[in-house]
């Protein structure tokens, strides 16, 4: 019995996709990670933030609101954005401009 074209082209393309699959699971984690790590570090810094600014730590708290109100807003619209132009695109994109904004924050001089 022999395999038809379409069924080689099938398991050409199943193996391609399994062999990429640890390294997506990688990025994705690296990710989640260093959102877990920004997220890690606002809190930590609320403090200095709260002597810096001479202001309560409960209007420091609305730092933390805000953050985390742009990132749910943004969930939706992007999620959107990833089903237009696909997915993997709109992944790159955000870890480039969380990169570039690290990067930013990184080169500040205060």
Same mark, same amino acid.
């Given at each position: 019995?022999?395999?038809?074209?379409? +069924?080689?082209?099938?398991?050409?393309?199943?193996?391609?996709?399994?062999?990429?699959?640890?390294?997506?699971?990688?990025?994705?984690?690296?990710?989640?990670?260093?959102?877990?790590?920004?997220?890690?570090?606002?809190?930590?810094?609320?403090? +200095?933030? +709260?002597?810096?600014?001479?202001?309560?730590?409960?209007?420091?708290?609305?730092?933390?609101?805000?953050?985390?109100?742009?990132?749910?807003?943004?969930?939706?619209?992007?999620?959107?954005?990833?089903?237009?132009?696909? %997915?993997? %695109?709109?992944? +790159?994109?955000?870890?480039?401009?969380?990169?570039?904004?690290?990067?930013?924050?990184?080169?500040?001089?205060?």
């Amino acid at each position: 019995m022999t395999k038809s074209k379409t +069924e080689d082209e099938f398991a050409n393309y199943h193996s391609q996709i399994a062999s990429h699959r640890g390294l997506a699971m990688i990025v994705v984690i690296t990710g989640v990670l260093i959102t877990a790590i920004d997220t890690t570090i606002v809190v930590l810094a609320l403090p +200095e933030i +709260e002597k810096g600014l001479r202001v309560s730590l409960a209007s420091v708290i609305w730092v933390v609101i805000g953050y985390l109100l742009v990132i749910t807003l943004l969930a939706t619209q992007v999620g959107r954005l990833g089903d237009m132009y696909g %997915r993997v %695109r709109m992944y +790159e994109a955000g870890f480039l401009v969380f990169v570039l904004g690290s990067l930013a924050c990184a080169l500040s001089w205060n």
